[in-house]
């Protein structure tokens, strides 16, 4: 059985973070997801997240492709999640290339390309957008 694992704060929910979960799981036979705090998120963003860390479990644990779900609490805590869920791969988008090549010595890291011309950030303003008109 191949353990993958991958990380993100997945808030409002978008393709984007759909095509990366459904590319992962593909690479194994199970799907494992830390999904960060709201404190976590707000280190990492400096804003909070449009919903709460207990909504975000919610719906990445909804998704088909998704077999577990956990509350990813510090960045430093990655060699510590790998272990404790047993991943044979680390997934993530490429815009963290590099950033955990660290973990070699314990699973395989992968990065894959983000899907274009979609982010968080941008369905927010395109709704303040929308709210304004
Ligand atoms: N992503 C993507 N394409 C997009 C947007 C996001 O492939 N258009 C990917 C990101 O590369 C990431 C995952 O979706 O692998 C989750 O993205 P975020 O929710 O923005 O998470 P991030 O802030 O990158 O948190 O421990 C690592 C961090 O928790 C990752």
Redesign the pocket.
């Known amino acids: 059985m191949t353990t993958v694992i991958?990380?993100?704060?997945?808030?409002v929910l978008h393709v984007?973070?759909l095509?990366?979960l459904e590319r992962s799981r593909a690479l194994g036979d199970r799907l494992v997801v830390?999904v960060?705090s709201d404190a976590?998120n707000l280190s990492?963003?400096n804003r909070q997240a449009v919903f709460s860390e207990d909504e975000r479990c919610e719906l990445v644990a909804s998704l088909r492709v998704v077999d577990e779900v956990f509350v990813?609490e510090s960045?430093e805590q990655?060699r510590e999640y790998i272990l404790r869920f047993g991943a044979d791969v680390l997934v993530?988008?490429?815009?963290?290339a590099g950033r955990f090549d660290e973990f070699n010595d314990v699973c395989r890291v992968e990065y894959?390309p983000?899907?274009?011309s979609?982010?968080?950030t941008a369905v927010i303003e395109h709704i303040s957008g929308m709210s304004a008109s």
């Open positions: 991958t990380f993100g704060t997945f808030d984007g973070h095509r990366i830390g960060s976590l990492k963003k990813e960045l990655k993530m988008g490429d815009d963290w894959l983000r899907t274009p979609i982010s968080t």
